[in-house]
């Protein structure tokens, strides 16, 4: 197990070189311009698209400003002054996040990651009652997603989301506008569009971590937002007697950029419903009494099923009816990505809501309706982060640009496509390994390759493929791809008859000596550009091989590495693997390694549902 070790040791040190010094003071410099507006064209397509933070004419208005702050020759290190410090935070985590979706390769995330560490350390400075407003609860927002897309802590984002729950009541967002003192249109809309986009982040984290999320629909009385177009919010007293002529809401089947918004928010309390029925300690689901626990995921699933459909309609026609609108790029592309982010989230959901019963589904034929959900849920969810190679064309470019901005969030960052990519892909290899079992047990001659779902078959290298695409983008974490790995390996034995503990044991110690073998090289090649790359920003000019046998040595890597247990060594590494405890056939195994190594355990519904 040296080679895991070491595997370990070395990406700890690109971790290392990677991470700002703490605390990172917000500076002034910003990528060139023709980067910075590729961008934001990035965010405001993808994420602005779901969740409205920003009102974007008033965003375009500061952003210029911005730049005309720099001279039209600037000095090469000259950067835009007298602008608002806490406007500038706004545009660095816009950039983080749409850097994520930018490349292929990540190139900038070393820049991304210090960009949320400026904006982690503006925001911990002791200033409290003066950030109660909704810029600040806007740059709270952007944070949090700029974490998760950054991979900085993003499955412990449920914490963070708590907080902006509780800041988001305390300022009075969870009553609507209709109950407050008279205000601005402009104010009214963005108070409701900022509450609803607490609630879609409240219940996303509640589902990614496993928690409660922590709110009913009594907590709060606030509208969905109004179907406005965003150049129709503007900063003029509300309809008062006064000469100006009140604003009218667009009727919903015109296209704005808050009518997915809106879409989504019709199917929010069913969702609600499902992350309390996984996560609630007072749900039928932990109260030990089965057949209860599956009527209720039989109605819930109804309930969802029905809800998408509707959704889908509501889709359908303001792609029909979809207009122009502001953001770049708009046309009818528009609806592409959040069509298939929601495909995405419904899916999961689907998922989540079986999955607690899919152990039982492989021995007992009453829950046999959720096995098949699971799996067809999960292919779809797969097909959406890892979509099979098309010939490319002029009429479906637009189509593939959506796929990529999925890909890339699953491949790049952490959180919910990330997670969903990779959890998927171990139950989709949990069933083919499921099924070669049953065809054992029912047939004396080997197993026929030809009996088996291709497309299932065809994971044990695509998932493989998947983790290793992350690796090659700058993910440190080789855990993920080992575990895989070993999981094809034993799938590929069993295809071939192996069946002796002893047997299947060499073929995945085999499969970890590959795995090293191709991943050390990668790891010191990524150590040696990141170490290049942050001489380069702090003036070094000692050799790079010098430094990299430097850091090596202090990182201890030239120790014995017999003196921890296989899986003691990997206890620590955080790539989702805690995750996999509560997914089907892995039962409530502490390590989801053991899965590989003593095969399925029966399911606790005790625990929380992690996805």
Known sequence: MAGVEKCKALARTIKAQRTPPWPTIPTRDLPPREIADQLVDCYLRTFESLYRVLHIPTFKRDYEALWESVPAHPH??????????AFLIQVKLVLAIGATVYDQDFSLRPSAIRWVYEALTFTSEPEFKSRL????????????????????????????????????????????????????????EMHRRLWNTVLEITVSCSMNAGAPPQISLDDYDTEPP??????????????????????????????????????????????????????????????????????????????????????????????????EVCWPGSSSSSLLFPSRFIDLVINRDLAAIHIPFYSAALHEAAYAFSRKVVVESCFKI??????????????????????????????????????????????????????LREEAETSLSPVNRSLLRPDLLAMVTEAKD?????????????????FVSMVSAQI?????????????????????????????????????RETRMRMASDGETEGGGMVLQKQLETDGLAATYGTETPLGMMGDWDMLMLDAQHIGDFGNIADPMNWALTGAASFSAGGPFIW
């Open 76 to 85: 090469p290190n000259q950067q835009p002054q007298h602008v608002s410090m």
């Open 492 to 528: 590929e034995g069993m295809m071939k008859g192996l069946e002796e503990d002893e047997a299947l044991g060499r073929v995945l110690v085999k499969a970890i000596d590959e795995v090293v073998d191709t991943c050390v090289p990668l790891l010191e090649e990524m150590l040696e």
């Open 226 to 323: 109004g179907n406005f177009h965003d150049e129709q919010l503007v900063e003029t007293p509300a309809d008062d007697g006064s000469n100006h002529s009140p604003v009218v809401a667009q009727p919903e089947s015109e296209f704005t950029q808050t009518s997915v918004a809106i879409a989504m928010r019709k199917i929010f309390p069913i969702r609600l419903a499902i992350a309390k029925f996984l996560n609630d300690l007072g749900s039928t689901r932990r109260q030990g009494d089965a057949a209860s626990a599956y009527h209720e995921s039989l109605r819930l699933d109804a309930d969802l099923r029905a809800a998408y459909r509707t959704l889908t309609r509501t889709l359908q026609v303001l792609s029909r009816n979809l207009n």
């Open 133 to 188: 407003n909704i810029k600040s609860l806007q740059t709270d927002i952007l944070l949090l997603l700029a974490r998760e897309t950054a991979s900085l802590g993003g499955n412990l984002t449920w914490i963070s989301a708590g907080s902006l729950l509780r800041t988001a009541v305390y300022m009075g967002l969870h009553r609507d506008p209709a109950h407050l003192p008279k205000r601005t249109i402009f104010a009214a």
């Open 382 to 435: 797969w097909r959406a982060v890892s979509p099979l190679p098309t010939s490319p064309s002029s009429s479906d470019a637009t189509r593939q640009d959506a796929n990529q901005d999925i890909c890339r969030l699953a491949s790049h960052g952490a959180g919910f496509c990330r997670n969903a990519g990779f959890q998927v892909s171990m139950l989709l290899l949990g069933e083919l390994r499921a099924q």
């Open 466 to 482: 998947w983790t290793m695409r992350s690796i090659n983008a700058g993910e440190t974490n080789v855990k993920g791809h080992m």
